[in-house]
Structure formats: C-alpha cells, structure tokens
C-alpha cells in the first residue's frame, strides 16, 4: 500500500505539470492553476501516509535532529509521507512560478524549462526563475 500512494503522490499532480509547462496559454489551465487547492489530493497521500507514523513525525520536527531523521525515514511510510510533502512543496511554488509568469507575460518557451527544473529541483529552479524576472516583458506582479 506504501509503494501505491507514493507513486500516486506524482501521479495526482503530474497533470497540473503538464498543464503549466505544455498548456500555459491555454485558458483551462489559468483556471485550474489558480486554485491553491490542486495541492490538496496530494496532501490527502500524505495525511494517509503520515497518520501511522505522526506521533514519531510530531517528536522529529518538535525536536528535529540529523539522527532522529534518519531513524523516522527508515520507516517506508515516514519516507513516502516525506516525499508526498515534497511533491505537494513544489507543485505549490510551482503554481506561483506559472501564474507570476503569466502575470509578466513571460515567453513559454523560458517558462518550459524553469517550470521542469522546478518540479525536479525547486531549489534550483526558484531561484533561477527569480533571477529571470527581471528580464521579463509584461506587467510586474
């Protein structure tokens, strides 16, 4: 069941990735993108992943240490929760990249990529998009 709902983390939000980096202009995808709620099915794999693990994970982040974090991901629940949290993360931040983008009429063809290397690696993929920023045409959101 552990392996199930960590594929199904990626699979619940890989369309609205494929919304924003292969539909951008698309007025469906606007819409769909606006709602901050696109997140909530992949937090619901994570709440059904974190539950059996959660007074373990409440004890780690009340007093987070190296040590304790190893311990709590050799649980393969722990582990898939985290990776369910993460996918949640960057679908999140990369729902603002898309819709600060379209704000400033950013070219999808520079968006494509950023967008990919934020689903992949936010943390190189956000502060690139930043940088970008100032390159970009349209309005400043």
């Known amino acids: 069941m552990t392996s199930l709902l960590f594929?199904?983390?990626f699979y619940l939000a890989a369309p609205f990735w494929l919304l924003m980096i292969a539909a951008p202009r698309?007025?469906?995808t606007r819409k769909i993108i606006a709602s901050p709620l696109i997140v909530l099915p992949v937090l619901v794999v994570w709440l059904l992943l974190a539950a059996p693990v959660?007074?373990?994970l409440v004890s780690l982040v009340l007093r987070p240490t190296l040590d304790g974090l190893v311990e709590f991901v050799r649980d393969d629940r722990a582990l898939a929760a985290l990776w369910a949290q993460i996918i949640a993360w960057d679908l999140f931040l990369g729902r603002w990249v898309y819709l600060d983008s379209r704000e400033r009429d950013a070219h999808p063809l520079l968006m494509a990529p950023l967008l990919v290397l934020t689903v992949l690696l936010s943390p190189?993929?956000?502060p690139l998009y930043l940088a970008s920023r100032?390159?970009?045409g349209g309005r400043s959101a």
Do not use: H, T, V
Request: without cysteine; glycine residues 14%.
């Open 124 to 126: 190189i993929g956000l």
């Open 26 to 28: 698309w007025g469906w």
């Open 54 to 56: 959660f007074p373990d």
């Open 134 to 136: 100032r390159w970009l």
């Open 7 to 9: 594929d199904l983390s």
